[in-house]
């Protein structure tokens, strides 16, 4: 599959480009856009978001999606859930209804497979090209520009646009046909659900113990227990410290798509299954915004 890294790309040349949606990850997405001198144009629910971007970094703000869409070549969208995704894609005043025939459409909102194949069938019919790119790296990833995306597509669609997601990325693949990305996405987080679960059982078990933990965790970072999770949350949780962005309520957003889509394909999930009830547990405990390294607090 086609693949681009960040650090070796060519910068695309400026287009015209529709933002919707300024959450703590569209925000910083769009605003690399810009300083990639791509002539943004924004929209966000709450209208001063936008006015606030406007300001930071120039551009346009728009009333509506379809305004925002109307001489966009690429519109990217980055919003809550399915329902967020259709209601700013379709109608009278969604994206759709806005955009010129082979402009593409490259959404990043973590969704299910099934509103991408959905939104794609429709986008088909309007002569419109269709990509679900979901990412991971959190909001620190799109604050530094630093994002994975994993991207669902035809290739001829993927190939015109990637250098330009590419402008808030260190790499960009294409995995698969239109849902795919979501679905990489869905592997993603039954990953770190599983890595975070285990991370939490080692610091608490070394507490138990007596060790010190952050000397500890420096010595099994160097072999086979290394991690993502480990390097960059692994201290912050010996110290009880949850405020560093992706929130509980969130991984247990993206781990109910998991669910939906394992009872569709019949995958075996049993663990996720377990950790998403031990982050319902962190919610009960007022966590719901902690971040998902929280898990710890279960068990400490």
């Excluded at 997601?165 to 693949?173: K, L, M, S």
């Excluded at 420096?218 to 086979?224: H, L, N, P, Q, T």
């Excluded at 010996?238 to 798509?257: E, N, P």
């Excluded at 569709?264 to 299954?273: D, F, I, L």
Aim: charge should be neutral; include cysteine.
């Amino acid at each position: 599959m086609s693949s681009i890294n960040a650090k070796t790309y060519l910068p695309a040349l400026p287009q015209q480009v529709a933002f919707l949606g300024l959450g703590v990850m569209g925000l910083p997405m769009a605003g690399h856009l810009a300083k990639a001198g791509h002539d943004v144009t924004v929209y966000n629910r709450s209208a001063g978001k936008a006015q606030a971007w406007v300001s930071e970094f120039g551009g346009r703000v728009a009333a509506t999606p379809r305004e925002a869409a109307l001489q966009a070549q690429i519109v990217f969208s980055c919003v809550g859930n399915d329902e967020d995704l259709r209601s700013i894609v379709l109608g009278a005043d969604g994206a759709f209804a806005g955009m010129q025939p082979g402009a593409t459409y490259v959404d990043h909102t973590t969704a299910s497979a099934s509103v991408a194949r959905e939104l794609h069938v429709v986008a088909e019919k309007m002569g419109l090209r269709f990509i679900d790119a979901p990412v991971s790296g959190g909001q620190a990833g799109a604050i530094n520009g630093m994002l994975t995306v994993m991207c669902g597509g035809d290739a001829s669609d993927f190939s015109p646009v990637q250098d330009v997601i590419a402008a808030f990325a260190r790499a960009v693949t294409l995995v698969g046909p239109v849902g795919a990305g979501q679905l990489a996405k869905m592997v993603n987080q039954i990953c770190i659900a599983g890595l975070v679960q285990g991370l939490s059982e080692g610091i608490a078990f070394g507490q138990a113990a007596g060790l010190d933990m952050k000397q500890v965790l420096d010595v099994i970072s160097k072999g086979a227990a290394q991690s993502w999770q480990m390097e960059n949350r692994g201290a912050t949780m010996v110290d009880g410290k949850f405020d560093f962005g992706f929130a509980v309520d969130w991984m247990r957003k993206d781990l109910s798509l998991v669910m939906d889509e394992s009872r569709r394909n019949g995958a075996r999930v049993p663990v996720t299954a377990l950790v998403d009830q031990f982050y319902a547990d962190v919610q009960k405990m007022g966590g719901a915004r902690w971040d998902t390294s929280s898990l710890i607090k279960r068990l400490t």
